[in-house]
């Protein structure tokens, strides 16, 4: 079988074959460094960390790439409006850097807490100039490109003389004809659908470099293509992101690597892969919406359409709980029951361990086994996988009250697969949100209080116990010859 994903290049699932096995060269769009991260980053980082950590549980050596952005992107997603991070370093009276240095500590803190492991090189875009004027201009000398006025633009039109273009995103020049705006200061391209590699800094610019071309600032487009390619070359194995980069950003990606390239560059990455959005109550986030949520938010508890907060591993569940093409539709209610669904697991988890092995196995665990990986290589149907997970819960309370029984061998099998699966490669902590051993030493201390309590029949002491440690999520389940908890939200 072996790992299938979908390639949005080709509208279709295919077997993953590294052009150079075995390493692997992924690259995926990191954050643009001016606001929280949100729901929406959230996503994209535990999606493309759990087929990083998969790619590297199936033996390859990856090598993942995950830039920050911290010039170039305009308000507008294309080359209209305000630098993001300008605009916020003048609303808030600081220097650009400030701004980008502060967003990208306060993303690596909520993805740390979400357990995405961080990429192998993060590379910044205002760290790359260099190689991004290299790229410009073999575009400019191979007649891809124009310059005006210290600007210089793709040229879409020659460019498709050549290549396909649109083939991404499967937009065709017609369609672009009819969605392009002519706006103010767009005058000087030879067409509206043209974009920016290189754009003319006025003096009062604060971000601008040196270039042939006179003072200026890249594109947002041409920095994930030279980064990608300084450290993947060209043409690498997969470039991930979420689905509202394919156009114009991804779309973009291509158009630079065959224009500087050629024929060779082959749409840049052999495997284009991209996760679905997140909406909040079926509406898509934004800020105009009022809907916006932050990771820390949710973390917290402070957003107003939250009753509490939720530890980071009840939202990484529920990312992990829809199939990474599937649009996720978050709600405190399915927050709620994910942080349940993470419980439970990571109870089963905890007993799966203490049990022990009998002479004969009661139910295979072979096949069960292969049914993950196979859930896993379906395009990395997480969501499968986790719901095969949740149909043991039941059997592995029976084999730890040893109803059920598994061989050494068996025991092993199923002890390996659930921490194979659901630590190393869906990256779940079973003590993230609380110090399990000093929790359970607790609780054991309780427990022990209650059954000297009942046994001197202060049946009274023993029930406040048990209502006690139930408000604090502790359920106790009395069964004839031992006591047995687990936690509840
Ligand atoms: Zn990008």
């Known amino acids: 079988m072996g790992l299938q994903l979908y390639n949005t290049l080709t509208r279709q699932k295919e077997h993953f074959k590294p052009l150079h096995p075995p390493y692997v060269g992924m690259y995926v769009c990191g954050p643009t460094v001016y606001g929280d991260p949100h729901l929406g980053h959230a996503r994209a980082a535990v999606t493309f960390d759990v087929l990083f ?59 740390d807490a979400l357990g995405v492991l961080r990429p192998s090189i993060e590379p910044t875009a205002t760290g790359h100039i260099a190689q991004q004027i290299a790229m410009i201009q073999r575009i400019l000398e191979r007649g891809y490109a124009y310059e005006v006025n210290g600007s210089v633009y793709l040229d879409v039109e020659a460019y498709r003389k050549a290549y396909p273009y649109g083939i991404l995103s499967g937009r065709s020049v017609e369609e672009l004809i009819a969605g392009s705006r002519d706006l103010e200061g767009q005058s000087e391209k030879r067409n509206p659908w043209d974009f920016a590699l290189w754009k003319r800094a006025e003096p009062s610019h604060l971000m601008q470099w040196d270039s042939p071309w006179g003072r200026g600032y890249p594109g947002w487009h041409i920095e994930c293509s030279a980064m990608s390619i300084h450290y993947l070359g060209v043409p690498f194995d997969i470039h991930g992101g979420g689905l509202d980069l394919i156009f114009p950003h991804h779309e973009a990606e291509i158009t630079q690597a065959q224009a500087c390239y050629g024929e060779e560059a082959c749409h840049q990455a052999r495997y284009w892969v991209h996760n679905n959005l997140v909406t909040i109550e079926g509406q898509k986030m934004s800020k105009s919406l009022g809907n916006f949520i932050t990771v820390e938010e949710i973390f917290t508890g402070t957003h107003p359409q939250l009753s509490r907060g939720y530890p980071p591993m009840a939202l990484r569940f529920l990312i992990l709980q829809a199939h990474y093409r599937s649009t996720l539709d978050f709600s405190e209610s399915a927050l709620l029951a994910a942080y349940r669904g993470y419980l439970r697991l990571m109870t089963a988890y905890r007993r799966l361990m203490e ?53 050494q061998e068996d025991l092993d099998s199923l002890q390996k697969t659930w921490k194979e ?69």
Do not use: C
């Open 355 to 407: 049990v022990r092995p009998h002479v004969y196995s009661s139910f295979p665990v072979k096949a069960w086994r292969e049914k993950v990986f196979a859930a896993l290589d379906d395009d990395l149907n997480t969501a499968a996988a986790l719901a095969l997970f949740f149909e043991q819960t039941e059997d592995i309370l029976k084999l730890r009250r040893q109803e059920l029984f598994l061989t």
């Open 421 to 489: 699966v659901l630590l190393d490669i869906l990256g779940l902590q079973p003590d993230a949100h609380v110090k399990w051993q000093q929790w359970e030493r607790a609780i054991q201390l309780l427990l022990n209080l209650r059954r000297e309590a009942r046994s001197n029949k202060n049946y009274a002491l023993a029930d406040l116990l048990r209502d006690e440690l139930d408000r604090i999520g502790v359920k106790v389940l009395d069964f004839p010859d031992e006591t047995l908890w687990e936690m509840h939200p």
């Open 53 to 111: 950590r998969y790619l590297q549980y199936l033996g390859y050596r990856v090598r993942y790439v995950r830039n920050i952005t911290d010039v170039g992107h305009l308000e507008g997603d294309a080359d209209e409006g305000e630098d993001k991070i300008l605009k916020k370093a003048r609303l808030e009276k600081v220097e650009p850097i400030e701004i980008a240095q502060r967003y990208t500590a306060l993303y690596h803190k909520a993805m």
